[in-house]
């Protein structure tokens, strides 16, 4: 599927701008069909990565919660781990 598009929210430190503009961008690649836009199609694309990106970013900021926040590194190890029994 979409393997840039990860959660976002509760991790410590929080996602980057790059983090957050991949996601956006794996999400209109998939909406859209297109990994490269033809020259047409090419600014609707791009426009619509950065509101999406935008969007996101306002999404993140503003959510709030109790719980503590995630540690990436095992956040990721958990993520091997599962791809391992899966694809063993």
Do not use: H, W
Not at 67 to 88: C, D, G, H
């Amino acid at each position: 599927m979409c393997r840039n598009i990860r959660t976002l929210f509760n991790f410590e430190p929080p996602a980057t701008e790059e983090e957050i503009r991949a996601s956006a961008l794996q999400f209109v690649r998939k909406l859209s069909g297109f990994t490269n836009p033809s020259r047409a199609n090419e600014a609707a694309f791009q426009s619509a990565v950065e509101e999406v990106t935008d969007a996101a970013r306002r999404l993140v900021s503003s959510l709030e919660t109790a719980a503590p926040s995630r540690n990436r590194e095992v956040e990721a190890q958990k993520a091997r781990e599962r791809a391992k029994a899966r694809y063993a």
